[in-house]
Each structure stands twice: as C-alpha cells, then as structure tokens.
C-alpha cells in the first residue's frame, strides 16, 4: 500500500545509473546543477511502478526491461531516408536525429523577422537570455521520464518568437532515429514573446524491428496574448519505448491549441503539464490514439489552473485493436483563485479488439465555487446499430467499421487549426485504417 | 411540494447548535481493558461466549493487523489514531441479557427515545398506525454491543432471521462460519482487517429461499462511551430468490476528542435475490473549527454471487469528521447488477472520501452509480470510485453520473474515477460536473420572497432528488431534514 521498503533495482534502473555517472557538460553552472539534481532525483527515487499514482496504468518498471546507451549521431543519409511525416505540409523543417540536430537537414535560412532558431547544443554554449528559461518549467512533482531527460538531454531546437511577430509558417521538428537499438534525448525550448503567434510540430518516426528508447521534452513558455498551435505525430517503429513530456506555462489571454496523434511505439507515455497563469486564457488538449497488436499507450494530462476566467478544453479518442491497451489519466486542478473556470475534459475510446483495454481515470480537483467543470468517459465497442446502417447499404463489414472509425477520430482531428497539417493527420489515420483492413 | 415546506421550515428552526443528537447519556458501562493486544480480542471473544473457531479467526486477523500499515492514498488528513488509547469492548451494564424490552436499562431506552427510534413494539405499532407506514423492525447497538432487536417473533413467522450477529453465532454457527469474511475477507485492508479482530456487534440478517422480508430491517447504531472505538460488523445474507430492504442509522455525543468508527458490512445476494442497503450516517461531525468528532473507516462490499442478482446501496453521508466509505459490489453472477445512490455532504472541516467500486465479472451484467457531492464551509468531498469489467464480462454495462456542488470558496469539491475496461463489448458511460448554485436559479427563488438560506436548501434539494427518491419513505424525510441542518450555516 505505501510506505514499503524499496525493491532491489531493476536491471534499467541500474543501467541508467551507469549512464548518469557521465552528465553532458555543456551550458554553465546552472544547469550542470539542473542536471545534477535530475540524476539525484533518479537515483533516489528510480523508475515508477504501479503504486505510483501517476504511473498507475504504465508500469515503466516491469515495461522498461533494459538500459540502452546513449545514442551517437546517426548517418544523414539513413535519416534523409527515415524521414517521412508531415513532409509535404510547406513548414520549415528541422530534423533531429537520435536526439541531436542535423544542420544538413535543417532549414535554417530566411528567418522570418522575430523568430530565432538555434540548435539547442549551440545555445547551450553560447548562453545567454534564452537559455535562462530552459529548465524552468517544473511539474511540481518528480517524473521519472522528465528526470532522464533534463540530466542526459544535450541537444534539440530552442526558438523563440518576438514579442508581437506572427510566424505564419508553421515550424516542423522532425525527430527521427536510426540505427542500432539506443537510447536517444532531446530537449527542446519553445518561447513564445507577448502578442506573439506560432505553429508549431513536432513529430517521431524511426525503423521498424530495433527496440530503441525515445524520451523527448518540450518546454513551452507562452506569454500574454499569444497564440501557439501544436501538432504532434508519434509514429514510432513497433518496437520503440516513446516517453514525451510537454511542460507549458500559460501567460494570460492566451490561445493555445495542442492536438497528438500517436499509432507508434510498444509502449508510449505522453505527459502533459500546463499551468495556466494569466487570466482569460482558453487552452484545448486533444489527442487521437490508435493502437493494435500489442501496443500501449498512456497520455497523462495535469491542467492547473490557478487563475481566474480560463478555459480548458480536453477531448481525446481512443481507438483500440487486437490486445492494445490505452491509458487516458487527465486531471483538472482549480485552485482557489481560479473563479470563473470554465473547464471540460471528455475521453472517448472504441474498442476494435476482444482483448483490447481502456483505463481511464479522468479527475477534478476542485477549490473555487465560481466553476463550471465537468468530464465525461466513454468506452465500447462500435454500436451494431450503426453498423447495420451502412452494411444494409451494401458496405462490407470491414469499410463500414473504417468509415465509423474515421468519423469518430475526425472529430478530434478537426480541431487542428492548420489545413495542411490537418490534412496530413486525416491521411495517417487513413493509412493506419488500410493496414488494418 | 409538502417535503420541500418541511425543508424549509426546518432550517428556519435551527438554532446556531446543528448537531441535535451530541447528548451522552450517563449509564454505567462494562469496558475492556484499554489498549489493544492478544488478551483484549480474548476478552471481546470470552464476553460474547464464542466457540473457538472465531477466537482462532480473530486473532488471526488481529496477527495480520499488525503487520499491515494504515492506508494514506485517501484524500483525508487526520492525526494518528491511538490504537493503544482506545476502549474497544464497552457494554452498558445489566443483569443477564435482558428477556424482554421491559428489562433494558430505561435509560437507554430513554436516548433512542429521544433519537426518535422507537424501540418497543407497542409504541411503534401506534405510531406506524396513525401514519399508515410499513413496519420496522429495529436491532439497536449501543457502544459495542445490540441492546435490543424488535419484531423477533413475527420475523420468525416467515422464516427471517434477524439478530445481534453474536448471537447468530451461537444459534446459527453454519451460516456464520459459512458467509462470514466470505465477501470482504480478513486481510481486505487495515481497518477491515482491525474490525476482524476487535468486532463486538452489529446485525445478522439471513432470508430463506424465496421470502419477501415482511418488513424493513433497521439497525440503529449508537456510540455513547467515550474514548471507545465502534466497531460492528454486519451480515446479510438473501437466499435464492428473496427480498430484503435493509436501513441503518447512526449518531455519537458530542466530544471534543476524536472517536474512531470502523465497521464491515457484507451482502450476499444468491441467484435472483434482491437486497436494498440504505444508511443514513450522521455520526457527531466535530464542532466548526475541526475539534472532535468521528473518524469514519467503513468497508461495505456486496457480492452478487447468484444469477440476476441484485445490490442496490443508497447512502446519505452528512456526519463524521472523516469518511472514508465505499460500498462496492462484485457482480459476479450473470445479469446481475449493482446500484450505487449517495448523497455526500460536507460542511465545517469535514473530509469525506468516498465512492464506489462496481466490479463486472459476470455477462450482461449492470450497474448504475449516482453520486451527488455538496460541499460546504472549509471541507473537502471527494467521491473515488473504480468501475471495471474483467476480460470475461461480456455486454457489461455502467452508467455513471457525479455531480458536486460547491457552496462558499473555502471548500473543495474533487472526482477521482477509476474506470477500466477488459472487454469490448463492455460499455461505459462515465459523466461528472462540478458547479455552484446558479446566480439565476438563486434570484429566481429570492424574488418569490425566499432568504437565501432558504432558496439554498431548496435547490440543494432539486440537485439531491435522485437519491432521495432510492431511500425507502420514512428515511427520505429525514434525509431531506438532514440535508437542511447539514448545510445550516453555510450560506451568507
């Protein structure tokens, strides 16, 4: 129940200590001492397990069998060939190969006026105001993924938009591994100035049949009134561990939309911390999963809401074959001061296989009385009744399933706000709907 | 709306006082030694006349207690309880077990007089008569022990048993020894697992094959010592067929230390029986600043071990400094269903943590939870609870709804649901809101001339309306009365 004596470590846990004996070293003191303290807090307190609140439904301790080494630099050429997502949606396109930036790949040239782009290696040794913000976001509790990403991270993008500029092209960070089974980390830093407006994507692909480790973390720094999109892909080979942390900090009158898209990775765990600091924000969340063979997949939201009037909105679907396994934890804290919330989380998840699983765990936490806070959870199968609709039309079973399954994961897909990215996601949910068929 | 009128009227009554049954009633009583070791489970077992098997099964379950540690994953925060400070066998004092009603020290009788629970026969039948109600027998306890159980006779006539589960054990040791830790085993958790050990008393219910209980069962729960912890144990078993509708109540004087409560009720519905638990909880909920009142470790699990079974638990909880409460059900034979109603409400410093668990084993089974939160003051509600269909529960089916209402900015309203799915053909429905008292349904009742306090318990009791309507006749209208006093104090 709690309070046990700690395990013997498990072989992972030990190989990750082994790794973090050797921290990078670059980007000053303060953050050698970040570093420092992530490894600390790992060594103290280990990979999570099913005790672990948070970690309830992905035990990282019995899923994560083995350490792998750090990644070296992958060959551009192999990941010239890697490289597939969100290709031909027109945005600036920088790579990152098993956790460092490939400058080859990169398109770095013609800025727009505002916007700032920098290998995160490079900003780390030039130092400087940016660099100030990287490592402040915090969750207020001790992650695990988060914890072996802020000690082994070295390299990733840090951009920042100047206050006022819209950035209308959307920016793409492609983050692609290849080559032997390793484990790769990237940060990267996203710093949006006031009035400022981005779009920003993020996406994970590599080789089918290696069982490599990604563990990516964003840090997301929105001042007032500005305006962030982001879209996020997950399509890692069918063997690969995927932990991603998005950490977001919520200046006040804010726009920001985040939707994900994962069908990749054995096991995925994405999780997502936003506090929402300034007033009158309206932040949305979605996310579309879809799983089979065997795959699991965890997205985790915390939405802290500590200030009066904003708006949250969470709707995420869940499609499940074979024996896959989703995990849908989303909670919303209103704190005291946050009168006038206004906050709505909904999770939705069809389940295609006999042996497939949904856990969901949607939680309020409540301490204003001047809210309107609700969730809603749903699983089943697809409703006969619909079926019976198209098949009486002529529609083979399998297609009638697709067309129903593509309707209920378009809906979480219209929210994205960019056409061309937008179009992108329908095309891998189709894609993912034909292999099935 | 008559109910409604009387909702208000009582508010109107209440004085700054709310708690009306903190009175302690001075008798002299019979307690076991302070502290709790070996000798004190052999003291408990000795004074009950138990045969060896049970002392052997407590003082099992009492080995394992100290080997296991207190729960915290509960969203409670309380000072530790001093195990070794408690009384945890204390009897009023009489001479040999009382032959009828006449012989109970009529001190007692005068404080369920005046909790309004009418003991003797006589008196109830006149005043059910004038009223036109059903009957109800009653088993009352008081401190640790059943001080009198009503219409034994007439129980018996259809077959029914109803008495104290001590004496169950002596006059029916098959069943007890059958059922008892069947539903909620020993070593279920820490304080299931204390009451094992220390149980003193609490009602034992079996109804035959195929009979109708003729009345509803009632057992009124009272602790009046101090420094004494309650700890009963309840068993209901309905055979195949059977029907039975069962109704708790609880209170405790006022105190200013806290006392601790921690019971075990077990259900077991065979194929095609039906049992209907209903409680309502007003344990003494400690003054405004916190001080006092009862800590509240309740495990209530119901098994639906027959085919089209039934379980329906409807819960009022406005008592207790500390609640922590599920009353869950194991829907284990096929098409059986479990139902789940609560009315949680918290005021004060009050903590409530409490919810359900519907575990879908069987096919076509269904379960429906509606749990309805307010809370009040500076407390904090909580309703936690776990819906799951195990790989083989084909076509299982949850509704679940909980609305919180939340009445002042001090106090906090929280949902924690568990909900997990092993079987595609199992559906889920999961909805949960939290929100205050609209301005508009406020203004709307004030300018029709009600004070705001007034206005407050009637919407309070539009959003509770759906539980109310699951309690049988004569509880709803002290739930609703309930209601009104709980929440007294909290508007302005």
């Given at each position: 129940m709690n309070a046990e004596i700690r395990p013997i470590r498990t072989p992972a846990e030990q190989g990750l200590s082994g790794e973090l004996k050797n921290l990078p070293s670059s980007g000053g003191a303060r953050i050698?001492?970040?570093?420092?303290?992530?490894?600390?807090?790992?060594?103290?307190?280990?990979?999570p397990h099913r005790r672990v609140e948070e970690w309830k439904y992905t035990d990282l301790r019995t899923l994560m069998r083995e350490a792998l080494p750090v990644s070296s630099p992958a060959q551009s050429a192999q990941v010239e060939a890697h490289a597939r997502l969100l290709i031909d949606t027109g945005a600036r396109r920088l790579v990152i190969a098993n956790g460092a930036v490939v400058p080859e790949l990169s398109d770095l040239a013609d800025l727009e006026s505002g916007l700032t782009i920098q290998p995160l290696a490079t900003a780390l040794a030039a130092g400087g105001d940016l660099i100030a913000r990287l490592g402040t976001l915090e969750p207020g509790r001790y992650d695990a993924a988060l914890a072996l990403n802020t000690a082994l991270a070295a390299d990733g993008v840090a951009i920042s938009v100047a206050p006022g500029a819209v950035i209308e092209r959307p920016i793409h960070v492609a983050h692609v591994f290849s080559g032997k089974a390793a484990a790769s980390f990237a940060r990267n830093l996203v710093v949006l100035g006031a009035g400022a407006s981005l779009t920003y994507a993020e996406s994970f692909e590599g080789p089918e049949g290696v069982a490599y480790q990604v563990n990516s973390a964003t840090e997301f720094v929105v001042a007032d009134e500005a305006s962030l999109d982001l879209v996020r892909v997950q399509e890692e080979g069918a063997n690969a561990l995927h932990l991603s942390t998005l950490l977001f900090e919520v200046g006040k009158a804010v726009k920001l939309n985040a939707f994900t898209f994962t069908s990749g990775a054995a096991v995925t765990r994405t999780s997502l911390y936003a506090r929402l600091n300034g007033a009158d924000s309206a932040v949305s969340f979605n996310g579309a999963i879809l799983l089979k063979d065997r795959q699991h997949a965890d997205s985790t939201l915390f939405v802290d809401h500590q200030t009066t009037g904003c708006e949250s909105r969470e709707l995420f679907k869940h499609v499940l074959d074979d024996s896959s396994r989703g995990v849908f934890q989303g909670k919303i804290?209103?704190?005291?001061?946050?009168?006038?919330?206004?906050?709505?989380?909904?999770?939705?998840?069809?389940?295609?296989?006999?042996?497939?699983?949904m856990d969901n765990k949607p939680e309020l936490e409540i301490f204003a009385d001047d809210v309107a806070c609700g969730h809603g959870a749903t699983c089943g199968a697809i409703d006969d009744d619909l079926l019976f609709y198209l098949r009486a039309r002529g529609i083979?079973?399998?297609?009638?399933?697709?067309?129903?399954?593509?309707?209920?994961?378009?809906e979480a897909i219209e929210t994205v706000a960019n056409d061309e990215l937008r179009d992108a996601l329908v095309e891998r949910a189709e894609a993912w709907l034909k292999a099935r068929a | 709306m008559p109910a409604v009128q009387e909702t208000v009227e009582q508010v109107r009554s209440i004085d700054v006082d709310q708690?009306?049954?903190?009175?302690?009633?001075?008798i002299e009583s019979e307690k076991a030694p302070k502290g709790l070791d070996e000798d004190t489970v052999r003291f408990i077992s000795a004074k009950k006349g138990e045969p060896e098997w049970l002392l052997e099964w407590r003082l099992d379950a009492f080995r394992r207690w100290q080997t296991m540690p207190e729960p915290k994953w509960a969203r409670v925060d309380y000072p530790p309880i001093p195990y070794q400070e408690l009384y945890y066998y204390a009897a009023p004092k009489q001479k040999a077990g009382p032959k009828s009603i006449d012989e109970i020290d009529p001190e007692i009788l005068a404080t369920?007089?005046?909790?309004?629970?009418?003991?003797?026969?006589r008196d109830a039948l006149l005043g059910i008569e004038s009223t036109g109600g059903s009957k109800v027998a009653v088993d009352a306890v008081f401190d640790s022990v059943s001080v009198a159980t009503t219409f034994k006779e007439e129980l018996a006539k259809a077959g029914v048993i109803f008495m104290p589960i001590s004496e169950a054990v002596r006059e029916h040791p098959e069943l007890v020894k059958k059922y008892l830790g069947s539903v909620v085993p020993v070593t279920d958790n820490f304080f299931a697992t204390l009451n094992s050990a220390v149980f003193s008393d609490g009602s034992f219910v079996y109804i035959p094959k195929g009979v109708r209980c003729p009345m509803e069962l009632s057992t009124y729960f009272r602790i009046n010592e101090r420094n004494t912890g309650q700890f009963e144990r309840t068993l209901i078993i309905a055979d195949e067929g059977s029907y039975v509708s069962y109704l708790e109540g609880c209170t405790a004087p006022m105190r200013d230390e806290n006392q601790l409560h921690a019971a075990v009720v077990e259900l077991v519905a065979l194929a095609d029986a039906e049992i209907k638990y209903s409680t309502v909880q007003n344990w003494y909920p400690g003054d405004s600043e916190g001080k006092g009142g009862i800590f509240n470790f309740v495990t209530k699990r119901g098994d639906c071990r027959g085919d089209r079974s039934k379980i329906s638990w409807t819960?009022?909880?406005?008592?207790?400094?500390?609640?922590?409460?599920?009353?869950?059900?194991?829907?284990?034979?096929?098409?059986s269903q479990g139902e789940f109603y609560s009315i949680a409400i918290s005021n004060g410093r009050q903590q409530v943590d409490s919810g359900t668990k519907m575990i879908h084993l069987g096919k076509n089974t269904s379960s429906r939870i509606i749990s309805k939160g307010i809370a009040a003051g500076r407390s904090d509600n909580t309703y936690r609870g776990l819906v799951s269909a195990h790989r083989k529960a084909t076509n299982a089916r949850n509704f679940t709804n909980c609305d919180s209402l939340l009445i002042g900015d001090q106090c906090g309203a929280h949902t924690v649901p568990y909900i997990e799915s092993k079987n595609a053909s199992a559906h889920f429905e999961h909805e949960a809101t939290t929100s205050k008292i609209s301005e508009d349904?406020?203004?709307?009742?004030?300018?029709?001339?009600?004070?705001?306090?007034?206005?407050?318990?009637?919407?309070?009791n539009g959003f509770v309306k759906d539980v109310l309507q699951q309690l049988p006749m004569e509880f709803a209208v002290e739930a609703q009365k309930l209601i009104s006093v709980s929440l007294e104090g909290s508007v302005g």
């Amino acid at each position: 129940m709690n309070a046990e004596i700690r395990p013997i470590r498990t072989p992972a846990e030990q190989g990750l200590s082994g790794e973090l004996k050797n921290l990078p070293s670059s980007g000053g003191a303060r953050i050698v001492a970040l570093r420092e303290a992530a490894a600390k807090a790992f060594n103290d307190n280990g990979l999570p397990h099913r005790r672990v609140e948070e970690w309830k439904y992905t035990d990282l301790r019995t899923l994560m069998r083995e350490a792998l080494p750090v990644s070296s630099p992958a060959q551009s050429a192999q990941v010239e060939a890697h490289a597939r997502l969100l290709i031909d949606t027109g945005a600036r396109r920088l790579v990152i190969a098993n956790g460092a930036v490939v400058p080859e790949l990169s398109d770095l040239a013609d800025l727009e006026s505002g916007l700032t782009i920098q290998p995160l290696a490079t900003a780390l040794a030039a130092g400087g105001d940016l660099i100030a913000r990287l490592g402040t976001l915090e969750p207020g509790r001790y992650d695990a993924a988060l914890a072996l990403n802020t000690a082994l991270a070295a390299d990733g993008v840090a951009i920042s938009v100047a206050p006022g500029a819209v950035i209308e092209r959307p920016i793409h960070v492609a983050h692609v591994f290849s080559g032997k089974a390793a484990a790769s980390f990237a940060r990267n830093l996203v710093v949006l100035g006031a009035g400022a407006s981005l779009t920003y994507a993020e996406s994970f692909e590599g080789p089918e049949g290696v069982a490599y480790q990604v563990n990516s973390a964003t840090e997301f720094v929105v001042a007032d009134e500005a305006s962030l999109d982001l879209v996020r892909v997950q399509e890692e080979g069918a063997n690969a561990l995927h932990l991603s942390t998005l950490l977001f900090e919520v200046g006040k009158a804010v726009k920001l939309n985040a939707f994900t898209f994962t069908s990749g990775a054995a096991v995925t765990r994405t999780s997502l911390y936003a506090r929402l600091n300034g007033a009158d924000s309206a932040v949305s969340f979605n996310g579309a999963i879809l799983l089979k063979d065997r795959q699991h997949a965890d997205s985790t939201l915390f939405v802290d809401h500590q200030t009066t009037g904003c708006e949250s909105r969470e709707l995420f679907k869940h499609v499940l074959d074979d024996s896959s396994r989703g995990v849908f934890q989303g909670k919303i804290v209103v704190r005291q001061p946050a009168q006038k919330t206004d906050g709505r989380m909904m999770s939705r998840a069809l389940l295609l296989g006999d042996d497939a699983e949904m856990d969901n765990k949607p939680e309020l936490e409540i301490f204003a009385d001047d809210v309107a806070c609700g969730h809603g959870a749903t699983c089943g199968a697809i409703d006969d009744d619909l079926l019976f609709y198209l098949r009486a039309r002529g529609i083979p079973l399998k297609e009638a399933q697709s067309l129903l399954v593509q309707a209920f994961v378009g809906e979480a897909i219209e929210t994205v706000a960019n056409d061309e990215l937008r179009d992108a996601l329908v095309e891998r949910a189709e894609a993912w709907l034909k292999a099935r068929a | 709306m008559p109910a409604v009128q009387e909702t208000v009227e009582q508010v109107r009554s209440i004085d700054v006082d709310q708690y009306k049954y903190g009175f302690f009633t001075d008798i002299e009583s019979e307690k076991a030694p302070k502290g709790l070791d070996e000798d004190t489970v052999r003291f408990i077992s000795a004074k009950k006349g138990e045969p060896e098997w049970l002392l052997e099964w407590r003082l099992d379950a009492f080995r394992r207690w100290q080997t296991m540690p207190e729960p915290k994953w509960a969203r409670v925060d309380y000072p530790p309880i001093p195990y070794q400070e408690l009384y945890y066998y204390a009897a009023p004092k009489q001479k040999a077990g009382p032959k009828s009603i006449d012989e109970i020290d009529p001190e007692i009788l005068a404080t369920y007089e005046k909790l309004g629970i009418p003991l003797r026969e006589r008196d109830a039948l006149l005043g059910i008569e004038s009223t036109g109600g059903s009957k109800v027998a009653v088993d009352a306890v008081f401190d640790s022990v059943s001080v009198a159980t009503t219409f034994k006779e007439e129980l018996a006539k259809a077959g029914v048993i109803f008495m104290p589960i001590s004496e169950a054990v002596r006059e029916h040791p098959e069943l007890v020894k059958k059922y008892l830790g069947s539903v909620v085993p020993v070593t279920d958790n820490f304080f299931a697992t204390l009451n094992s050990a220390v149980f003193s008393d609490g009602s034992f219910v079996y109804i035959p094959k195929g009979v109708r209980c003729p009345m509803e069962l009632s057992t009124y729960f009272r602790i009046n010592e101090r420094n004494t912890g309650q700890f009963e144990r309840t068993l209901i078993i309905a055979d195949e067929g059977s029907y039975v509708s069962y109704l708790e109540g609880c209170t405790a004087p006022m105190r200013d230390e806290n006392q601790l409560h921690a019971a075990v009720v077990e259900l077991v519905a065979l194929a095609d029986a039906e049992i209907k638990y209903s409680t309502v909880q007003n344990w003494y909920p400690g003054d405004s600043e916190g001080k006092g009142g009862i800590f509240n470790f309740v495990t209530k699990r119901g098994d639906c071990r027959g085919d089209r079974s039934k379980i329906s638990w409807t819960q009022v909880e406005t008592g207790s400094a500390i609640t922590w409460k599920y009353p869950s059900c194991i829907l284990r034979g096929d098409e059986s269903q479990g139902e789940f109603y609560s009315i949680a409400i918290s005021n004060g410093r009050q903590q409530v943590d409490s919810g359900t668990k519907m575990i879908h084993l069987g096919k076509n089974t269904s379960s429906r939870i509606i749990s309805k939160g307010i809370a009040a003051g500076r407390s904090d509600n909580t309703y936690r609870g776990l819906v799951s269909a195990h790989r083989k529960a084909t076509n299982a089916r949850n509704f679940t709804n909980c609305d919180s209402l939340l009445i002042g900015d001090q106090c906090g309203a929280h949902t924690v649901p568990y909900i997990e799915s092993k079987n595609a053909s199992a559906h889920f429905e999961h909805e949960a809101t939290t929100s205050k008292i609209s301005e508009d349904q406020l203004f709307y009742c004030r300018q029709r001339g009600l004070d705001p306090e007034e206005a407050t318990a009637l919407i309070v009791n539009g959003f509770v309306k759906d539980v109310l309507q699951q309690l049988p006749m004569e509880f709803a209208v002290e739930a609703q009365k309930l209601i009104s006093v709980s929440l007294e104090g909290s508007v302005g």
